[in-house]
């Protein structure tokens, strides 16, 4: 069994009893630093007004935030979780980034450019 992929018997489960989340990059060893170290050498550079859980996506946390309320469970749990087992970052940092509650202003900012207000 793989914690990666899917069992046969997990695949024919409804889609509406099993939550799936895939997340492909996952799969790849986990060094946050070391990645935006890399980056900013190519041009990126870090912006302010997003939520722990993104590098540059005004979306993310609203998006977190209905998949909170929808299924109870932050979207970036399982990703986490596996990124802990390997190594890539202690159980507490993992709990910071989705134990952090998405900033009200940014949630209304997004929420208001959407037309959801």
Known sequence: M???YLTEKQL???????PVNVHPLA????D???IKNHIKKLGWRDVPDTD????????NAFANKI??????FHP????????????GVSRAEALAKIEDAPEPDL????KSRLGLQ
């Open 2 to 4: 793989s914690r990666y």
């Open 12 to 18: 024919k489960i409804p889609q509406e009893q099993f």
């Open 27 to 30: 799969f790849h060893n986990y």
């Open 32 to 34: 946050e630093e070391g």
């Open 52 to 59: 722990p859980n993104s590098s540059n996506c005004l979306l």
């Open 67 to 72: 998949h909170m309320e929808r299924w109870g």
């Open 76 to 87: 970036y749990a399982w990703e986490m979780a596996g990124i802990v087992r390997d190594g």
């Open 107 to 110: 949630i209304d900012m997004v």
